[in-house]
């Protein structure tokens, strides 16, 4: 839980994963008919309500990144697997947001798998063959975290051999 009691200017991204509690020592504008985007932020603020008001603003979030994918055959199907920096939301239904480029041929996905909270995988509906260069796209769309923060649009990030 990180405590402030005073002012805080930001100059880049908050990330808010837990509680944040502000005591302010002055009366300020009543932000509590905003609506939070991530985590509790909780303002003790004199003069407008108790302490533990639930206010919002506007939070600056750090969004899902894509570390790194590799790509398989399996099975007569290719696979990419997409590792991501955090846990992942469900992303049945969702494969046709990303796209997948065998040396500059693309290639069709036909479902998106979860593994373990932090990879998905797409599953092509062909094998690979013997690619030199595989990449993966992604358009933003549907795709959110575990804390429904969406996924970011990214272009043409280069797959590794599993």
């Known amino acids: 839980m990180l405590t402030v009691n005073g002012t805080v ?6 990330s808010v994963n837990g509680n944040v509690v502000v005591n302010s020592g002055s009366a300020g504008t009543d932000t509590s008919d ?16 108790a302490a533990g008001t639930k206010i919002t603003g506007t939070l600056a979030r750090v969004w899902p990144e894509l570390l790194f ?3 398989e055959n399996s099975g007569g199907f290719g696979r990419v697997m ?6 992942m939301g469900d992303p049945d ?6 796209s997948v480029k ?4 693309p290639m069709t996905s036909t479902s ?4 373990d909270d932090t990879h998905y995988f797409l599953v092509l509906s062909a094998e690979f063959g013997t690619p030199t260069l595989v990449t993966v796209s992604y358009t933003k769309g549907t795709v959110l975290d575990s804390h429904d923060i969406p996924l970011q649009s ?3 990030i280069e797959c590794f051999t599993g």
């Open 9 to 14: 200017r930001l100059t880049g991204p908050l």
């Open 34 to 49: 905003a609506t939070m985007e991530a985590g509790d932020l909780v303002l003790d603020k004199t003069g407008y309500g």
């Open 69 to 71: 994918g590799l790509y």
């Open 82 to 87: 997409l590792l991501f920096d955090r846990y």
């Open 93 to 98: 239904g969702k494969h046709a947001e990303f």
């Open 102 to 105: 065998a040396d500059s041929v």
């Open 112 to 115: 998106i798998e979860i593994s």
């Open 154 to 156: 990214f272009a043409d």
